[in-house]
T-cell receptor
Framework: GAVVSQHPSWVICKSGTSVKIECRSL??????MFWYRQFPKQSLMLMAT?????????EQGVEKDKFLINHASLTLSTLTVTSAHPEDSSFYIC??????????????FGPGTRLTVL | GIQVEQSPPDLILQEGANSTLRCNFS?????LQWFHQNPWGQLINLFY???GTKQNGRLSATTVATERYSLLYISSSQTTDSGVYFC?????????FGQGTELSVKP
């Protein structure tokens, strides 16, 4: 149980284009999902908290107009990197919390999406 | 904000050896998780352990919340244990990650 998927697993795009990444909880409902970014040889940094049916909460220093988050249902959150630039190249990872389980604070992670902007 | 420190940053072991990884945190937390990040980047949940002790095969973990630290024990290490181990602590639903311990197990 507690499986989270991401699509695509990798994407290469040209500078100035937009890229959408999907995060799905496959076998549980997630009212809250999280988006992280990880640069090579570094730790994960939380970008934003995605809440089903309401606006996302962004961490300090994360541009909300550049990283658009939509939590359309209890099993799907999307991250759109708008007008991507080479410095946005990174590994993007989502996680979800199974609020129905007894361990409601535990987060389960997707396999990540590697974004390369040329 | 809360600070999370992991030690050691790097660890090289011979197959079969035991090891202890440490995670110190600066404030009270309502969540603590240990992860293993494999070479493809996938984070594998090892333990959800805001307090107490748990064991799963060759791995075990202990969190002493009152003293703000957690330990991950790996016994009889195998080459497949190689990778980065992260400790992450939670406050108000968010997870804050430590910098990780990169473990390399040599055959």
């Amino acid at each position: 149980g507690a499986v989270v998927s991401q699509h695509p697993s990798w994407v290469i795009c040209k500078s100035g284009t937009s890229v959408k990444i999907e995060c799905r909880s496959l076998d549980f409902q997630a009212t809250t999902m999280f988006w992280y970014r990880q640069f090579p040889k570094q730790s994960l940094m939380l970008m934003a908290t995605s809440n089903e049916g309401s606006k996302a909460t962004y961490e300090q220093g994360v541009e909300k107009d550049k990283f658009l988050i939509n939590h359309a249902s209890l099993t799907l959150s999307t991250l759109t990197v708008t007008s991507a630039h080479p410095e946005d190249s990174s590994f993007y990872i989502c996680s979800a919390r199974d609020s129905s389980s007894g361990r409601h604070n535990e987060q389960f992670f997707g396999p990540g999406t590697r974004l390369t902007v040329l | 904000g809360i600070q999370v420190e992991q030690s050691p940053p790097d660890l090289i072991l011979q197959e079969g050896a035991n090891s202890t990884l440490r995670c110190n945190f600066s404030d009270s937390v309502n969540n603590l998780q240990w992860f293993h990040q494999n070479p493809w980047g996938q984070l594998i949940n090892l333990f959800y352990i805001p307090s107490g002790t748990k064991q799963n095969g060759r791995l075990s973990a202990t969190t002493v919340a009152t003293e703000r630290y957690s330990l991950l024990y790996i016994s009889s290490s195998q080459t497949t244990d190689s990778g980065v181990y992260f400790c992450a602590v939670g406050q108000g639903g968010k997870l804050i990650f430590g910098q990780g311990t990169e473990l390399s197990v040599k055959p």
